[in-house]
């Protein structure tokens, strides 16, 4: 890399006063765990339909996070806002990439989250009610638009002054016609302990049912006051809710009627086929109780019995089946091929392989592709070497994927970054192909007989264990 694209991949701390693409920062807003909202203003006045919309900047903490999870989710919140649109979402302005100061430029939603209401619970179940209306109408304008949210919490549910319920953090969104960058590159379930849907836990993604789960867990808490599963922080604990039934509101709270314990319980049915089929059916009920036909679940008293608990947990395995062959059918995705990349390599092996990777693209238009680097770790957990030099040195290296891949000339729904933290670098190039169904993989090998035997082992662990076909990319030397 040139000095002057090293330079680029040098983040500063930002302060009050700086300017970044042309805005001005004001004023520091919030601090959440993965980025910072700034209040700013556009000095080039490049958004002249603006009215009396303010505009906010989100920006990842790439100095405080060592976790690379938060990088990729905000790559996925880049990629989906930009495709939302409507009342129920923020309005989107712009972006900038990793390979300078990355952000992303929307407005600042008039009004307050759900989050401090929480404090206030119980509330009164009629205004329960009305929060639920609002906010399922906002999920079926989502799931409209193949976005299904994964992440339905207090916070992130903003209510603007008219009453309008609006989403906000798209990170641990699913798109359906974008790649699922979160779900490639991690094996473990994402979401907030206490509102993640049990086909969540157990890795399914693309099930928008799992939206619905998550307001019933809201609905409970703030017309409870209490958590339907606590908040649990490991995986063992999430997986309680597959066979442990939560008290049914009426025992805390007998105010709240027959009819909305109805609603509430069937949100929180463990098999999403057991649910509302769509946000918009949940909202009528809600609007119509006097439609909805009561079931068990309104007079429920008390919780399962101990036996039934038992019965649940021994068929949890038959559960995961079932959740697996209930999640929404999948668009057909077009070939996928990998091409797995040594930054350390030569300039004549990095171009032979961009060559080849450009012709396989040109005979498979359908084709997407996966740009993956290996960053070898000692161990798992916190690598002291994330942050070196005031650089993130996973971002560095993702910045560096794609100045090589920009040749290529593909537009962004045709190619992904990855950035593979792991010991062994063939393991890792394997077991994300393996994990992620591609279909070719593309791989360099050094022809420096110095190197040749380490990265010549490489290349043939790839060729042994994947299960597609391989390329592999050899440049002797002169």
């Known amino acids: 890399m040139s000095e002057t694209a090293e330079a680029t991949t040098t983040h500063v701390r930002l302060e009050p006063g700086m300017e970044v693409d042309g805005y001005r920062l004001e004023e520091k807003l919030h601090t959440g765990g993965m980025a910072a909202l700034w209040r700013i203003t556009d000095l080039e006045r490049r958004h002249p339909d603006l009215g009396d919309t303010r505009l906010i900047m989100k920006v990842p903490r790439l100095f405080t996070s060592d976790d690379p999870t938060a990088i990729v989710a905000f790559e996925v919140e880049q990629m989906i806002m930009p495709k939302l649109k409507g009342k129920h979402v923020p309005r989107y302005f712009g972006a900038g990439g990793f390979d300078a100061q990355p952000y992303i430029v929307m407005e600042q939603i008039d009004g307050a989250s759900l989050r401090a209401r929480l404090d206030e619970a119980?509330?009164?179940?009629?205004?329960?009610?009305?929060?639920?209306?609002?906010?399922?109408?906002?999920?079926?304008?989502?799931?409209?638009?193949?976005?299904?949210?994964?992440?339905?919490?207090?916070s992130n549910i903003m209510i603007k002054p008219d009453g309008t319920a609006v989403l906000i953090d798209f990170g641990l969104s699913r798109h359906d016609k974008l790649p699922d960058l979160l779900d490639e590159e991690f094996h473990l379930p994402f979401g907030t302990g206490p509102y993640i849907s049990p086909e969540q836990v157990l890795g399914v993604r693309n099930e928008p049912r799992s939206d619905l789960f998550a307001l019933g867990v809201l609905m409970y808490h703030l017309a409870t006051g209490q958590r339907p599963y606590g908040h649990p922080t490991k995986v063992s604990a999430l997986k309680k809710r597959i066979w442990r039934d939560p008290i049914p509101p009426r025992v805390l709270n007998p105010d709240i009627p027959k009819w909305f314990q109805e609603i509430i319980l069937r949100c929180l049915e463990v098999k999403p086929a057991n649910r509302f089929d769509t946000a918009a059916q949940l909202a009528f009920m809600l609007a119509h109780s006097d439609q909805l036909p009561l079931t068990a679940r309104a007079d429920k008293a008390r919780q399962d019995s101990l036996m039934t608990m038992m019965k649940r947990r021994f068929a949890m395995a038959g559960v995961e089946t079932i959740v697996q062959q209930g999640a929404s059918v999948q668009l057909t995705k077009a070939p996928i091929i990998m091409v797995a990349l040594d930054l350390n390599c030569t300039s004549d092996l990095a171009k032979g392989v961009l060559d080849i990777t450009d012709r396989m693209l040109q005979s498979k238009s359908g084709a997407r592709l996966a740009c993956v680097t290996v960053r070898k770790v000692n161990r798992i957990g916190m690598d002291d070497s994330l942050i070196q030099d005031g650089q993130n040195i996973h971002v560095k290296q993702l910045v560096?994927?794609?100045?090589?891949?920009?040749?290529?000339?593909?537009?962004?729904?045709?190619?992904?970054?990855?950035?593979?933290e792991a010991p062994d670098a063939a393991t890792a190039i394997v077991t994300y192909a393996n994990d992620n169904n591609v279909d070719h993989i593309i791989v360099g090998s050094r022809g420096s007989s110095a190197l040749r035997r380490y990265l010549g082992s490489v290349s043939s662990q790839v060729v042994a264990e994947a299960n597609c076909t391989v390329t592999v990319v050899k440049v002797e030397p002169s």
């Open 400 to 420: 560096e994927l794609k100045n090589w891949a920009r040749p290529l000339g593909l537009t962004p729904d045709r190619i992904t970054y990855h950035v593979l």
């Open 122 to 154: 119980p509330l009164p179940w009629q205004e329960v009610v009305n929060f639920g209306i609002r906010v399922a109408q906002a999920l079926q304008d989502l799931h409209k638009q193949h976005v299904i949210h994964l992440d339905i919490k207090p």
